[in-house]
């Protein structure tokens, strides 16, 4: 199979579409991928670590654009058309996956022109525009979750889960004692929840027992953050701009604090680890929030609302989370009832269902 995967920008995206390529070219040595993103994106930094193509298209997002924006964007676009058509008539795939975000619009209507079959992977509970708008010509539409199968035509959905990059699934289900407290804000970090872990660092400092941190604080707030653990007496190899190996960070964690993404929800409750989940308020149709409530009525974690986020009440909800082990236990257990493993692939065997392929079993 030649499979070429449109998206990217965050984690968010990119994530889901590097755990499908990683599998089938673990299945097939005959297989072959190609990512199509921006350089912009967390994939011209991820994916060359990776060792996975990317061809890059000179496309920007639509939302939050006025009408002035949204005229300006009209050449982009059609010069990203162009760069799509040029990627697809060189890498002649059997068919594309879309994971969602700006860059994949230009990519999947390239792929409608010529006739090439394409899927779209959507991973949240509220669909993004992006998705919405190509779901009409899709071949099937790929859901994380059941409830944003109202975004779709009914009879092109099917549930997957959201694909995990490698060793996720692989993770053990005991949390270390005392564990890792894993913070990070998303790929790109998150300066709220930077800026309160900082203003907590003095609280940590009273405490008799104080945790492990590892704090992923995105490029921008890295060093400032940085200095400020050393200048509360915290060691400050503790943070770091961007963690590659993930699996290895949620496997030491006994408690994340974090956004509500729907790609880190699903690391999760596949990992089985509890968290504090801080949404972002200002994601489209506030579906984080929508995210983290499902997560915690169901016993897995805790909502802390960004508008209530400050250093003591986060300190305190750490706190009382960390020393009660044996409800750490119990959340993480109940993340793991609801996990969705093994999605990569069912996706890809819906992907050979669409081209009359054999099934495979993962490996």
């Known amino acids: 199979m030649r499979l070429l995967l449109a998206g990217g920008g965050t984690g968010g995206h990119l994530f889901p579409a590097v755990a ?9 040595e005959t297989a072959a991928v190609q990512f199509v993103g921006t350089e912009r994106g967390l994939e011209s930094r991820l994916l060359p670590k990776l060792g996975l193509p990317l061809a890059t298209v000179d496309m920007v997002g639509v939302v939050g654009r ?25 890498f002649q795939p059997d068919l594309v996956v879309g994971v969602g975000g700006y860059v994949s619009v230009p990519v ?10 394409y899927l779209i992977h959507e991973q949240n509970a509220i669909p993004g525009l992006s998705n919405r708008l190509l779901g009409r010509w899709a071949k099937l539409i790929c859901l994380s979750v059941a409830e944003s199968s109202a975004g779709f035509p009914g009879t092109k959905t099917v549930v997957t889960g959201n694909p995990l990059r490698q060793g996720f699934d692989d993770i053990a289900a005991e949390i270390s004692d005392p564990g890792t407290l894993l913070i990070f804000g998303g790929s790109r970090g998150a300066r709220a929840i930077n800026q309160a872990v900082v203003e907590m660092l003095p609280l940590i400092k009273t405490w008799p027992v104080k945790p492990v941190i ?11 953050v940085q200095q400020a653990y050393r200048d509360s007496g915290f060691d400050p190899d503790q943070v770091v701009p961007f963690i590659d190996d993930m699996s290895k960070a949620y496997s030491e964690a006994s408690l994340v604090i974090c ?7 699903a690391e999760l409750t596949v990992c089985g680890r509890a968290a504090i989940l801080i949404p972002f308020p200002h994601a489209a149709g506030d579906h984080q929030t929508a995210n983290a409530k499902a ?4 016993g897995a974690a805790k909502l802390l609302p960004q508008n209530e986020l400050e250093a003591d009440r986060l300190a ?3 706190k009382e989370l960390l ?36 099934q495979v079993e993962g490996i």
């Open 108 to 117: 999947l209507l390239m792929a409608k022109m010529k006739g090439i079959p």
């Open 259 to 265: 956004r509500a993404g729907a790609t880190t929800l």
């Open 323 to 358: 020393e009660d082990r044996e409800g750490l236990k119990n959340m993480a257990e109940k993340g793991r009832q609801i996990g969705f493993p093994g999605a990569a692939e069912r996706i890809l065997n819906e992907c050979r269902g669409v081209l009359a392929l054999p």
């Open 20 to 28: 499908l390529a990683q599998l089938l070219l673990k299945q097939d």
């Open 295 to 298: 997560l915690e009525k169901a």
């Open 214 to 224: 590892l704090h992923q604080t995105g490029d921008e707030d890295f060093h400032q």
């Open 66 to 90: 006025g009408l002035r924006g949204k005229l300006e964007l009209l050449p982009k676009l059609f010069k990203s058309v162009v760069q799509a058509h040029k990627i697809l008539g060189g």
């Open 316 to 318: 305190a909800l750490v």
